[in-house]
């Protein structure tokens, strides 16, 4: 029987593949001071938090080519959030899937609240040429005040 993905997933722990692939510090740290507020005495490492980062980017790798061969095995070209929960489910991990559905019903609503601001363009009430020659004197202002 060969290897599985799970297998996989922890040997490339031990062995990083893709130095190019990270997530942002600045936010990793966030999020773990929130979860991990000053106040309790206990601090984070940076050697820890980049660890913490390493197995987020392998994480991420692993649930993302999970659910790309699912949805080959759908014939879709689109991966869905469908084949990102069924994906969590194959690799073990259907404690998960409730609150990756929480997030993406909280990411469509955010979506929609974007739609509805519109265009700034079109709420300005200006023309192109109007706004271009604001932009302009705004450029030339801002030259003053640096000059």
Same mark, same amino acid.
């Given at each position: 029987?060969?290897?599985?993905?799970?297998?996989?997933?922890?040997?490339?722990?031990?062995?990083?593949?893709?130095?190019?692939?990270?997530?942002?510090?600045?936010?990793?740290?966030?999020?773990?001071?929130?979860?991990?507020?000053?106040?309790?005495?206990?601090?984070?490492?940076?050697?820890?938090?980049?660890?913490?980062?390493?197995?987020?980017?392998?994480?991420?790798?692993?649930?993302?080519? /999970?659910?790309?061969?699912?949805? @080959? %095995?759908?014939?879709? !070209?689109?991966?869905?959030?469908?084949?990102?929960?069924?994906? #969590? &489910?194959?690799?073990?991990?259907?404690?998960?899937?409730?609150?990756?559905?929480?997030?993406?019903?909280?990411?469509? /609503?955010?979506?929609?609240?974007? @739609? %509805?601001?519109?265009? !700034?363009?079109?709420?300005?009430?200006?023309?192109?040429?109007? #706004? &271009?020659?604001?932009?302009?004197?705004?450029?030339?202002?801002?030259?003053?005040?640096?000059?």
């Amino acid at each position: 029987m060969g290897k599985s993905k799970t297998d996989a997933f922890w040997k490339s722990i031990d062995n990083p593949g893709n130095d190019d692939l990270s997530l942002p510090k600045a936010t990793v740290q966030k999020i773990v001071s929130e979860i991990l507020p000053a106040s309790s005495g206990v601090s984070f490492s940076k050697e820890a938090r980049d660890l913490l980062i390493e197995c987020c980017v392998e994480f991420i790798t692993l649930v993302s080519s /999970e659910a790309n061969e699912i949805s @080959e %095995k759908e014939a879709k !070209k689109t991966i869905a959030c469908d084949h990102i929960t069924k994906a #969590l &489910e194959t690799l073990g991990f259907s404690d998960y899937i409730p609150a990756v559905l929480e997030a993406a019903a909280q990411h469509k /609503e955010t979506q929609k609240v974007r @739609e %509805k601001r519109g265009n !700034k363009f079109e709420e300005s009430g200006m023309t192109l040429a109007e #706004l &271009e020659e604001l932009q302009r004197q705004q450029f030339e202002a801002a030259r003053e005040r640096h000059a």
